[in-house]
């Protein structure tokens, strides 16, 4: 390891070199403006952090050998930086969204220093720069859906950010204040959290990124401090943001801070306010909003950022208005202060704000823009710990000893006498990974472990006296012994314990156990234990205050013993040891404790994980939960839909786990719905009518229509043509798979349609399941075009005749990109699949005739059984017969005007080419032709638009589940 990386060298860590902000600047400008857009490689990256030292003054008089180990160090640093991707965010927005900050952007006169400065503050904190450039694009965006602040009149924006546990969405929200304080936004109201930790900690952020000093010297016995911090040392010229709270101290409506007169007029600087997410907290803010509006509202434009939306902002109580719950009303009062607001909930875990209903008057449901935020390549989430690719790695389930020491269910007065072995094994480890830090980074880095048994305070206190006692007990032994005695093999069983941490968890790493022997004394000495739960909220506070006032809060080692506050926000610094034995039956709230989450690109080699295998796989569960609820709004978004539009659902645990609260869910139902189209139908239930939609799928149809043709016309490929019933059909057998997989990449479908609306990868549920279905099953199609009793259309030079089919009561839908939807959200008629089917010999001859023979026994025909002449079978039984997937499509019209007189009737011409689709997949079946069960039906949670949209919901009651037969 290089000098500069050796505390023990008496050399200094290489990040405090100077000239290090200089040449690390240099090298990202180099990278930002590189024409490719392209991460350098390592010889290119280091080339050019050789080249660029040479103009850095700073550089210039360091001996030959520390600068190459310093610029090798540098080199390595920046490598993960430049290497780091990360994809803008996605938005679904509703249908009067009016873009605007791209022409603000644009124009000179606007001063956006705001931002400018928090731009700078990243870069020096090293965040790597694509980061900051994601950032950049995210927040403006944000900033755009939330609205102008110089449009006057009286309006009033809701939105929803989703983003991961511990991903950086105060960072995002931090952006979004500075770039909106730059618009025109000039007050700020923060809920940073429903504890005092998590407020306290959320104003230490916001102080740090857009107030630019300690919030405490804001008050009145610290005037004369003022200490810069943050953005506030970065500044150059006077710039100043009014916070009404402090570190210390929540809104106090009486208090200097808040004394700032009429805000419209008296106040030229924006206000800010971080709060607990309290009710009569939040009731004092909206009094006093209201006395600084004169009784009536304010013209400043207000931003409220809700953060953890998913928790007691959402009107749980039964009636929508009337009985709100406090938070809910409290913060809607607050947003009826001003004639100007956008409230922007942030949150990981949206289950229960997808699930508000959305005509619930004046609730917190976000009607004008979700957001997806996207987290980058660097982010250790559910899957980096818990799949079976790392979770051997990362993850201990050896907790067999836990569950009589701490039992799932216990009572607050349950007594623990003694921490179990796991535990020890797990505080071992954390022992051993301070070691490993001080001999990897040079300095004292901060490091901490978290102990989350119990939910009741009283058994937290005892748990943390005996991880106490054992650390001391630890400490006292290892103080007194040499680095020599540590490393020998004879050493006490403390040390040979620890040993056999270091032999189990890093022996990998490229330390000794005499590298690791000769830092323990001193890693030891420092770690100290932290009742963290809302009995010693004051005590950790006022030492938290001490240690920064004294600049001594760098480097702390502390293992962090609590429950429900260690659950939701909180951040501990430097976190490379969890102990979890929790079981909570709530998706929301199991996501929220992995406090693990995150970014650890210095130290992710060290992180441990101690948890159940139960409890792992439910992480992973309600991970695929999340990432569905993406993928939606991914569909929402290629589908020009608004959040009033698309319904969401949220997949079920089979066994105990819940998606939220009960009292969340009150506006959800459930329904079933079937992940496999094997021996079922599926068909467009709208259509997309706009111009370019209608020539792109004009398009596909033709080239389609060309595939089959020129594979009818190769002798050497089993594909044929004919005509097919009374109507003529044009119907195809045995075409290759590609021509239809070609086909559903060109087809775009109409919007409002959950089974084809395509995702951010241009992908459909439909088309997926076409994608992977089993080649032996799906290698060859039947495509049909079906004639109807419409007018004559030409769909293609080699198909010289094809009637439109005419549908009655076709609506028009009136969106950004408009569609019909069709009557009772049926496309095709009942007989068309049989036609098809039977006519091209699909399925063996025995399945039919055993079909048929079922058939004509139910219903007392006794004629024609050999053939089938006289019955016809239906959709189920089709499906069951057939052994190649039928893609059937139609050419849509509509009756004339003068059959229809609805106001939102459509009137569709043939020669519009709409196009309808209808899709029949076959049994899977084994090699001896009995049939595979294909993947199970899952039971989700669903919203109401979702009910809607999927026709099941009549009088607010799910009337069936998708994917049940007719």
């Keep these: 390891m290089a000098k500069y990386m050796t505390e023990a060298t008496g050399v200094k860590r290489f990040k405090d070199q100077p000239g290090y902000s200089e040449l690390t600047s240099l090298v990202h400008a180099w990278v930002d403006n590189r024409v490719d857009r392209e991460a350098p490689s390592e010889d290119e990256l280091r080339t050019k952090v050789q080249r660029l030292a040479v103009v850095v003054d700073d550089l210039a008089d360091v001996a030959e050998t520390d600068l190459s180990d310093f610029l090798d160090a540098v080199t390595r640093e920046l490598l993960t930086q430049v290497n780091t991707t990360q994809e803008i965010g996605e938005a679904v927005v509703s249908a009067d969204y009016s873009p605007w900050i791209k022409d603000r952007w644009a124009q000179e006169s606007s001063d956006w220093s705001f931002w400018s400065t928090y731009k700078r ?21 944000i900033l755009d859906l939330a609205g102008d602040p110089t449009v006057e009149g009286q309006w009033h924006r809701q939105g929803l950010v989703m983003g991961d546990v511990q991903s950086g969405k105060t960072s995002n929200f931090i952006g979004l204040m500075n770039m909106a304080a730059d618009a025109g936004f000039g007050l700020f109201i923060v809920v940073g959290g429903h504890t005092e930790d998590l407020r306290s900690q959320t104003q230490e952020r916001v102080d740090d990124g857009f107030i630019g000093r300690r919030s405490f010297d804001i008050d009145a016995r610290n005037q004369s401090h003022h200490q810069p911090r943050g953005v506030g040392k970065i500044r150059k010229r006077n710039q100043s943001v009014i916070s009404g709270t402090t570190v210390e101290s929540d809104f106090v409506a009486g208090s200097d801070r ?6 419209d007029s008296s106040v030229t600087a924006p206000v800010v306010l971080v709060v607990k997410k309290n009710s009569r907290i939040l009731e004092k803010v909206a009094a006093w909003l209201k006395t600084a509006a004169g009784g009536g509202t304010l013209s400043t434009p207000l931003m409220f950022i809700d953060d953890e939306s998913d928790y007691a902002s959402v009107n749980t109580n039964k009636v929508d208005q009337a009985e709100a719950t406090a938070v809910n009303r409290a913060i809607r009062s607050i947003l009826d202060r001003s004639e100007r607001t956008s409230y922007i909930g942030f949150t990981a875990t949206p289950f229960a704000n997808v699930l508000i209903n959305p005509d619930a008057e004046g609730d917190l449901f976000p009607h004008h823009f979700v957001y997806s935020l996207y987290a980058p390549s660097n982010y250790l989430g559910v899957q980096t710990y818990f799949s079976d690719e790392t979770r051997d790695k990362y993850a201990r389930n050896d907790l067999k000893d836990a569950e009589s020491t701490f039992p799932f269910r216990h009572k ?72 020599e005695s540590i490393e020998g093999a004879g050493g006490s069983a403390l040390v040979q314990r620890l040993r056999n941490r270091w032999s189990t968890e890093y022996s990998t790493l490229k330390y000794t156990w005499s590298d690791i022997a000769r830092v323990l004394p001193d890693a030891v000495e420092s770690i100290e234990t932290e009742l963290v739960n809302g009995d010693t909220a004051k005590q950790r506070a006022q030492s938290a205050e001490v240690r920064s006032r004294s600049q001594n809060d760098s480097g702390r080692r502390f293992i962090a013993v609590g429950g429900a506050i260690l659950s939701r926000g909180l951040t501990l610094d430097g976190l490379v040891v969890s102990y979890f034995y929790q079981r909570t039956q709530l998706s929301d709230t199991l996501l929220q404790m992995g406090r693990w989450f995150g970014y650890r690109d210095a130290y992710k080699d060290l992180v441990r994980i ?13 991970a695929d939960a999340l990432a569905e609820i993406r993928r939606d709004v991914s569909v929402m978004r290629q589908a020009h839909l608004t959040p009033r539009e698309f319904g969401l659902k949220i997949q079920k645990h089979p066994e105990a786990l819940k998606v939220t609260a009960a009292n969340k869910m009150r506006h959800a139902d459930k329904a079933t719905v079937d992940l496999s189209f094997d021996r079922q139908s599926v068909e467009t239930t709208t259509a997309a009518i706009d111009q370019a939609s209608t020539s792109s799928n004009r398009s596909a149809l033709r080239d389609l229509l060309s595939a089959c043709e020129g594979e009818v016309g190769d002798a050497g490929l089993p594909a044929s043509r004919q005509l097919v019933g009374a109507a003529s059909h044009v119907a195809y057998s045995r075409i290759g798979r590609l021509a239809v997989e070609d086909f559903f990449g060109s087809f775009v479908p109409g919007s409002g349609d959950a089974n084809f609306a ?21 290698e060859y199609w039947d495509v049909a075009v079906m004639s109807g009793q419409g007018s004559t259309v030409e769909v293609h030079p080699e198909i010289k005749k094809i009637s439109a089919t005419r549908r009655n009561k076709a609506s028009k839908v009136d969106a950004s990109r408009p569609y019909i939807e069709f009557a ?17 010999d699909n399925g063996s001859v025995v399945r039919w005739n055993e079909r048929l023979a079922a058939r004509s026994s139910t219903q007392s025909v006794r004629s024609g059984l050999a053939t089938g002449v006289n019955v016809k079978l239906g959709e189920s039984d089709v499906c069951a017969v057939i052994d190649r997937p039928i893609l059937m499509i139609y050419i849509i019209e509509s009756n004339p005007p003068s059959t229809d007189l609805r106001p939102d009737r459509a009137y569709i011409e043939a020669e519009d080419s709409v196009i ?40 607010d009651r799910v009337q069936g589940v998708v994917g049940d037969d007719e």
């Design 258 to 263: 808040t004394q700032l007169g009429d805000l």
């Design 121 to 141: 503050l990243l870069q020096v904190e090293d965040r790597p720069s694509k980061m900051i450039r994601t950032l950049e694009d995210d927040v403006k965006n």
């Design 916 to 955: 309808g689709l209808k899709l029949t997949f076959p049994a899977l079946r084994k090699s001896d032709g009995s049939v595979r069960e294909g993947n199970k039906k899952t039971q989700y949670v669903v919203n109401r638009v979702w009910m809607q949209e999927s026709g099941l919901a009549k009088e």
């Design 610 to 622: 101690w948890l159940p295998l139960e409890v792992m796989d439910w992480f992973l569960f309600t």
């Design 758 to 778: 395509r995702n951010s990868e241009g992908a459909s549920f439909v088309s997926e399941y076409v994608r992977s279905m089993d080649p032996d099953l799906g």
């Design 824 to 840: 009772q959200r049926r496309l095709a008629s009942g007989d068309n699949l049989y036609d098809i089917a039977r006519n091209l």
């Design 412 to 483: 607050s007065t349950h007594v623990v006498s003694e921490i179990p072995k796991s535990l020890e094994r797990a505080i071992d480890t954390f022992i051993i990974a301070c070691a490993v830090t001080d001999l990897d980074s040079g300095t004292r880095a901060p490091r901490s472990m978290l102990v989350n048994v119990s939910r009741y305070r009283e058994v937290q206190s005892q748990v943390h006296r005996l991880v106490e006692e054992h650390l001391s007990a630890v400490v006292s032994v290892i103080r007194n012994m040499t680095p």
